[in-house]
């Protein structure tokens, strides 16, 4: 439940705008026009064009013919019921009979008071009252270094953490690590293949080995004895090229370490990293397909352990045990969201390459097939597209140091942290994406994150400005004159600054960190407008500091705005 005392003044509008509806429809009860007020609040929206008024509601479309008159007559009856209030400025009706809602311009101008006497909090609330949800995100596999994929993974992620954070959630970030299986078995036959002296090229080279540069990295420091500190473990290459077992571990290790470490560069950080191998060595495993079997689920065919998935919404039941021995990939997955069920996590939100799209029915199938109450839509998922990097209009496909793909370290090391978060998560996830590295590194209006970034900055300068030519000046001296502030542009920008609590809230709800990205695009354009149309340190005393008001405002919310990113917010370029 959110509290109107939760939420920034600008959040409230909506709710007080309907509220005024329903008042004026209770008075056309009154007046015989409608014969009863509906049960459900009336929906108020934002228009997509600014000029069609700041909000806008279809209930006279709704009602229309319960009135028994056309929508268009019950809008323009609705409009003159309308209690007396200081919120409307004026109304118009549009097209078959919407109501736009022009706001006051000093209810505009006042979000300036509200940014600045909450600070960083503007923005945030309380939605989420301190319960637990889980985000686990990258989870890739330690058999080679982070592609650009796991990076639009990574930053989308974490982005949706620190947007739930911002709505009031207990987040903890997980990076789930699939280090049991062929793929492990390939990565130590490749490292092997290196140490004894065998490139792609030879004969012997495993026929679904490895071939980046790092492979022979890693066998280099196996064989030199080189010592690897990886999260929960410290491990000593034993130098025997003969020793798989070793080898296996050790360049886990070198691989868990290097993700690790490109992670940091990224500004990622998780609270928990859970290991594959762990749910086998502790009968987690086992003991999920005990439990479906004890359930009824499954059944035996073909020498093979089937899953009724099919009485879970699947087009057809899973094999969960190969006729020749081992486990289904989704199996493990099972028993891994189990034991998230287990530690008590009401929410699970996993960010996943679209290629994992197959596994969402088979595990949350699992899951209900342990009888344990598990919600039938546990786990959430957001499911990312591809990304295709371009440079100097090419497509670029190889890295010099995993051969067949581009890292995530490539593009840091391109264009730095802020541009490769902002351009990761800047489209939606179901969008394939683009990541264009001449924009990126472009310092032009066309690129838009160094275009958000020179908005905080410029209004840095002007604070900074104010201060070297008036020392005693107050920001907050500005407040007792926001009615001065009266200009198109001006007022454009503190709409935008109004818009941003409920940006956050429905970022967060519908787990799109991308509108964040979108409105701060939005947000620079209207502070550039409003810079490039008036000198914000000319004019009279109480129009220059109200002026100063509104730049302080926003670069608070600039900086808010790129925190729930990730990106930095400088104050100087």
């Known amino acids: ?64 013919k319960r009135a028994g008159m056309a929508p268009r007559e019950l ?41 600045l006497e909450s600070g960083a909090a503007y923005g945030r609330t309380n939605t989420g009252e301190g319960r637990r949800v889980q985000v686990e995100f990258v989870s890739a596999n330690p058999t080679g270094p982070l592609h650009v994929g796991h990076g639009r993974g990574a930053a989308i992620g974490d982005s949706l953490g620190r947007l739930l954070e911002a709505t009031g959630w207990s987040v903890q970030r997980e990076f789930y690590y699939n280090d049991a299986g062929q793929q492990i078995n390939n990565l130590a036959l490749s490292v092997q293949a290196r140490a004894l002296g065998k490139d792609p090229d030879h004969p012997d080279w495993p026929a679904d080995g490895y ?22 473990r410290e491990i000593t290459g034993g130098r025997d090229p003969e020793d798989l077992d070793a080898i296996r571990d050790f360049a886990v290790a070198c691989l868990r370490r290097e993700q690790d470490q490109d992670l940091k560069a990224f500004q990622v950080i998780f609270d928990e990293y859970f290991l594959e191998s762990s749910l086998y060595e502790s009968g987690a495993v086992e003991e999920t397909v005990k439990t479906l079997q004890r359930a009824g689920h499954t059944y035996e065919e073909q020498d093979a352990l089937w899953l009724r998935t099919t009485d879970f919404g699947d087009d057809k039941d899973r094999v969960m045990r190969k006729s020749e021995g081992g486990y289904t990939y989704f199996v493990p997955d099972v028993a891994y969201h189990h034991n998230k069920w287990q530690r008590g996590y009401e929410r699970v939100i996993n960010e996943q390459g679209a290629d994992h799209h197959s596994t ?74 683009t990541f264009d590295v001449d924009l990126a590194l472009a310092r032009s209006n066309e690129n838009p994150v160094y275009y958000i970034q020179y908005a905080h900055a410029r209004c840095a300068s002007v604070l900074r400005k104010a201060q070297e030519t008036d020392s005693g000046l107050a920001v907050n001296e500005g407040l007792a004159h926001l009615g001065s502030l009266s200009e198109a542009e001006t007022l454009a920008l503190a709409v935008t600054l109004g818009r941003f609590p409920e940006v956050v809230t429905t970022a967060a709800e519908r787990l799109e960190p ?33 002026r100063l008001a509104l730049v302080a405002a926003t670069q608070q919310v600039i900086a808010s705005g790129l925190g729930l990113l990730g990106v930095s917010a400088p104050d100087a370029m």
């Open 514 to 546: 991308h509108d964040v990205a979108n409105y701060l695009r939005d947000l620079a354009a209207d502070f550039h407008s409003f810079y490039n149309a008036h000198k914000v340190l000319e004019g009279s005393p109480e129009t220059k500091t109200a």
């Open 75 to 115: 809008a323009s009856q609705l409009i003159a019921a309308l209690p007396d209030n200081a919120l409307v400025d004026r109304c118009d009706i549009a097209g078959p009979g919407f109501i736009n809602f022009f706001i006051n311009p000093g209810h505009h101008t006042e979000v300036v008071r509200t940014i």
């Open 211 to 232: 071939q980046g540069g790092y492979i022979e990295d890693v066998a280099s420091a196996y064989l030199s004895g080189e010592t690897v500190q990886a999260a929960d």
């Open 1 to 64: 439940v959110v509290r109107c005392a939760d939420l920034p003044d600008r959040m409230i509008m909506k709710p007080e705008l309907a509220a005024l509806i329903s008042e004026a429809l209770e008075q056309l009860v009154s007046d015989g026009v409608l014969a009863e007020v509906p049960e459900s609040a009336p929906q108020v929206d934002r228009p997509k064009d600014p000029s069609h008024g700041d909000l806008s509601c279809n209930i006279a479309m709704v009602l229309a």
């Open 360 to 433: 969402i029915t088979r595990v949350r199938a699992g899951l209900q097939g342990l009888d344990m109450r598990i919600p039938e839509g546990w786990p959430e998922y957001v499911l990312h597209q591809m990304v295709t990097v371009m440079r100097e209009g090419a497509e670029v496909k190889l890295s010099k140091r995993a051969g067949s793909y581009v890292t995530l370290r490539d593009l840091i090391d391109w264009v730095g942290c802020d541009a490769t978060r902002y351009f990761l998560v800047a489209r939606a996830p179901t969008s394939q994406l």
